[in-house]
């Protein structure tokens, strides 16, 4: 009998992986994935615990959620299942089952491979589940092997948890520390991953450059190292990874840059604030001017290279004076895009308790809204300096408008045209007519791809 799941997911790309795994651990167990919840079997909320406005949308759609699962009772067609999974699950799982007890089960990222015996418990009626502890075997063990993104461009994870502790930050927390999947296991999804359909893969990681998986050679392997191997796969076409910390861009992954043409020419390197005091307090462990130096090594290998960046506003302490030293480094890079955030203190981080600190809500808008301008003038100007030029572009997908199609660039652009639909899967050269605040507009060379009859 089928059975049917609905799986709402917030928060980073990692979040998107596991909930799609999710999805594969239960399809055996006669799950089909619905975007309906009202009528759902089990409702899934995969959550995000980073910001305190992610982690209130957990408690707004629980409530929705409750009704429905009441008003399916109350019409007799069933009970339905919640769950609450991800970073808020983690972090606060308990007082979460406190304060919704209409919810069946709870668990974190690390323990979504024990679903099963978790549904299985539930149905023996032994009352609602808590599951919220580091397991020592890694959930990638009990995987099953059936599990594979069919998208054409599609994420892989290969690296969990950090151990860099910045003073802001829950992930430490509630990802655990560092692990690395060995990479004959990596190479194995991604050639499954490939067999099905996958044209462009992006290695994921909460500090994925840290990795230092099991080699071939029985030895660590360097994110760098990962990416020679995968290069060598045959009908992979695109390479990127994500998230970075600055300090693992060591000078084997600065190479791939200039070494490996499936590498894509985009790197997403958070830097958070741009003055050396604020840095230091946010415990990131490099200077503004380190950073710029990597910029600038991976911009000599690599002149392409399009960056992107994740911005905190109003770190506890942050002056006006530190808030300019931002906007300069930010001026000195010019990314191409970017994420900003005002700061929000975060339950048991170490900036939370920097009371006496506190930067005021007004003061962070204002500053937020003034570096979010600069930022999208500069991805402006990187959109507009594409016009009349050529580029690449996986068709991945329909847009909304008839017979459009939507691609990416290699610098990680939206690009739209018009385009008969078979021709999706194809990397296909365009002609760049507009740039766009989010976007560009081209069309298709002609003579670019072969059309099959
Ligand atoms: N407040 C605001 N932004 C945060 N981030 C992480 N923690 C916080 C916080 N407490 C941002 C950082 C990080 C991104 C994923 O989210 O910029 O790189
Ligand atoms: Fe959080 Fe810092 Fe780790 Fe990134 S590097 S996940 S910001 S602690």
Redesign the pocket.
């Known amino acids: 009998m089928t059975k049917k799941l609905y799986i709402s997911t917030y928060g980073c790309q990692m979040n998107v992986y596991d909930s799609a795994r999710m999805a594969d651990i239960l399809s055996p167990l006669g799950y089909t994935l619905t975007d309906q919840p009202n009528n759902a079997d089990m409702a899934i909320l995969n959550t995000c615990h980073i910001r305190e406005k992610a982690s209130e949308k957990t408690f707004s759609e629980l409530g929705r959620l409750r009704n429905m699962k009441q008003a399916k009772q109350k019409a007799d067609k069933g009970d339905m299942i919640i769950a609450v999974a991800g970073c808020v699950a983690q972090a606060e799982g308990a007082e979460i089952m406190k304060r919704a007890s209409y919810v069946d089960m709870v668990f974190g990222p690390q323990s979504y491979h024990k679903l099963p015996e978790m549904l299985a418990e539930a149905a023996r009626g032994s009352g609602h589940i808590l599951e919220t502890n580091f397991p020592i075997e890694p959930k990638f063990d009990y995987l099953p092997d059936e599990a594979i993104d069919k998208n054409l461009s599609a994420f892989l994870t290969v690296q969990e948890g950090?151990d860099?502790?910045?003073a802001?930050?829950v992930?430490?927390y509630t990802r655990g520390a560092e692990f690395s999947r060995p990479t004959s296991d990596i190479v194995s999804e991604a050639k499954r991953m490939i067999a099905a359909g996958t044209r462009e893969i992006t290695l994921l990681g909460?500090?994925v450059n840290a990795y230092h998986g099991v080699g071939p050679n029985g030895q660590s392997a360097s994110l760098a190292r990962l990416i020679y191997e995968l290069a060598e796969l045959e009908g992979l076409e695109r390479l990127r990874y994500t998230?970075s910390?600055p300090l693992e861009m060591t000078e084997d992954l600065c190479e791939a840059h200039r070494d490996v043409d499936i590498l894509m020419p985009y790197l997403h390197l958070?830097v958070?604030a741009g003055s050396d005091k604020i840095l230091e307090a946010m415990n990131r462990r490099h200077t503004g001017a380190q950073y710029r130096r990597i910029i600038e090594k991976l911009r000599s290998y690599r002149p392409d290279l399009a960056l992107s960046g994740d911005f905190i506003v109003g770190f506890p302490g942050e002056t006006d004076k530190d808030f300019e030293e931002t906007l300069q480094l930010i001026r000195d890079v010019e990314y191409a895009q970017a994420y900003s955030f005002k700061y929000s203190p975060r339950p048991g981080t170490p900036a939370a308790a920097l009371d006496g600190q506190m930067i005021p809500e007004d003061v962070k808008s204002e500053r937020l809204s003034r570096l979010q301008a600069l930022l999208n003038e500069q991805q402006l100007n990187f959109n507009k300096s594409f016009e009349g030029k050529e580029i690449s572009v996986l068709l991945e997908r329909e847009g909304k408008r008839e017979g459009q199609l939507i691609g990416r660039s290699p610098y990680m652009q939206s690009v739209y045209l018009q385009s008969p639909p078979h021709r999706i899967g194809r990397i296909a050269k365009i002609i760049i007519e507009e740039g766009n605040a989010n976007s560009l507009r081209g069309k298709l060379k002609p003579g670019s791809i072969a059309d099959a009859a």
């Open positions: 950090c860099k502790f910045c802001f930050c992930v430490p909460q500090n998230t910390h958070p958070q």
